[in-house]
């Protein structure tokens, strides 16, 4: 019952990228982390781990600085999903799970590139549940649920679970280490 004349405008558009850009495949990811320690060589394996929209957890195979596409996906065996991941250190993967637990891969080596083991590392406190987690070289800082930042201490080659949390901010949402 208006007399105004009103138009319907639709945009169609396409998504285009160039670059160096290689894919991996139509695997749909929602994190990923690239190892920090600088390869050894243009053959030296390079540390990919990722984790899927279903949470669970996968290391890229086969990944070179000479090969960055790597070769295939290794799933990696977990009892439940998870929602952060992040290669620190001397291969050192960190990742929270969907409970809000925190969770080191051990024994990951060039004969075993996705580990062997998870160690679970108990949370800074009684109900605390972890949401986000990044590794760097020698510190790994987590965000709670509640937005509280913490660092885990005593890190170390001996010790790389560490010994204890500390609350170190409020009012954070997300942290990188580098």
């Known amino acids: 019952r208006s007399y105004v004349r009103r138009r319907r405008w639709v945009r169609r558009c396409q998504v285009t990228t160039t670059g160096p850009w290689l ?16 390869p050894e060589g243009d053959t030296s394996p ?9 949470g669970s957890i996968l290391c890229r195979e086969g990944v070179t600085s000479s ?14 999903p998870f929602v952060s991941i992040s290669v620190g250190g001397d291969n050192n993967v960190w990742s929270t799970a969907f409970d809000g ?9 060039p004969s075993y590139p996705s580990g062997q083991y998870w160690h679970q590392v108990p949370p800074p406190c009684k109900g605390v549940q972890l949401v986000q987690i990044s590794a760097g070289m020698s510190q790994v800082w987590a965000v709670d649920q509640s937005k ?5 201490e005593g890190i170390s080659k001996a010790c790389p679970e560490g010994q204890s949390w500390k609350l170190s901010s409020r009012n954070v949402r997300k942290v990188s280490v580098g």
């Open 23 to 38: 894919s991996v495949g139509e695997l749909r990811l929602k994190d990923v982390s690239v190892q920090i320690d600088p």
């Open 46 to 54: 390079v540390g990919v781990w990722a984790i899927s929209l279903d």
């Open 67 to 80: 090969l960055p596409q790597g070769n295939s996906w290794i799933h990696v065996p977990t009892d439940q």
């Open 101 to 109: 637990s925190a969770w080191l891969r051990g024994g990951i080596s």
């Open 148 to 152: 509280n930042l913490w660092t885990r």
